[in-house]
Nanobody
Framework: QVQLVESGGGLVQAGGSLRLSCAAS????????MGWFRQAPGKERDIVAA????????YAADSVKGRFTISRDNAKNTVYLQMNSLKPDDTAVYYC?????????????????WGQGTQVTVSS
């Protein structure tokens, strides 16, 4: 079992930056593919970015490509989402997720463990 705890959300003006962190429990973090998802009110929970266990492969949704960067520190059992040039459309609850099996996937159903979420609000 893996427990995920997100932090770093908050209120920021458009054009600003935030860095989200997700701390994972357990000794097998380095084997998991990790993902960041977000869900705005009334919308589906969608992939934002994902990173393979070895950091060799990453994925970013078209809507955040060039602005958001996912990274991980396996020694600290932590995955990060650096968000730059934030826009009001980025306002959502951001969730961290872990996938037990090998492979970079971008669908919600491909992930096994979820954090409780952290709110990001971007004002115009």
């Amino acid at each position: 079992q893996v427990q995920l705890v997100e932090s770093g959300g908050g209120l920021v003006q458009a054009g600003g930056s935030l860095r989200l962190s997700c701390a994972a429990s357990g000794r097998t973090f380095s084997y998991y593919t990790m993902g960041w998802f977000r869900q705005a009110p009334g919308k589906e929970r969608d992939i934002v970015a994902a990173i393979s266990a070895s950091s060799g492969s990453t994925y970013a949704a078209d809507s955040v490509k060039g602005r958001f960067t996912i990274s991980r520190d396996n020694a600290k059992n932590t995955v990060y989402l650096q968000m730059n040039s934030l826009k009001p459309d980025d306002t959502a609850v951001y969730y961290c997720a872990a996938r037990r099996e090998y492979g970079l996937v971008v669908t919600r159903t491909g992930y096994d463990y979820w954090g409780q979420g952290t709110q990001v609000t971007v004002s115009s």
